[in-house]
């Protein structure tokens, strides 16, 4: 009985050790995901020029994008939904007309239903750095 109970303990934290290493290394692939997305779409704003990035309309307010970039997304898959927000730059100079703040905020639902949100900001100059801080 003794026997029992010891390897009746041994396979239940086995278990729960297995499983939690499972949750532990989804939720870091979804973190991860989240983070190429925010650094894809910031890439992306970075090669659009001033004229492009203030005209209304041009840069997509929201997008989506799925779990898997490349193999087939079956319908119930995990899809981040993205809200893209352009603003007036937080500063006071007198140069501040000529930067604005794009704010890329990545929401999604993991399968417990736990929502998740990750946000990344960058600052565009019209100009560049150089002319203001160089």
Do not use: D, K
Request: proline share 4%; glycine share 6%; charged share 5%.
């Amino acid at each position: 009985m003794v026997a029992v109970l010891v390897i009746g303990s041994v396979f239940t934290g086995f278990y729960l050790c297995l499983s939690q290493g499972f949750a532990t290394t989804e939720a870091s692939r979804e973190n991860l995901r989240a983070t190429q997305i925010l650094e894809q779409q910031m890439e992306t704003i970075r090669l659009y020029t001033w004229s492009q990035i203030n005209s209304n309309g041009f840069i997509p307010a929201s997008f989506t994008a799925p779990f898997n970039p490349v193999g087939t997304q079956p319908t119930n898959g995990l899809v981040y939904t993205a809200h893209i927000a352009i603003a007036n730059a937080p500063m006071a100079e007198s140069y501040a007309s000529n930067h604005v703040l794009v704010t890329v905020t990545l929401n999604w639902t993991n399968g417990n239903n736990q929502p998740h949100q990750r946000q990344m900001s960058t600052i565009v100059s019209q100009y560049g750095l150089h002319n203001y801080y160089y």
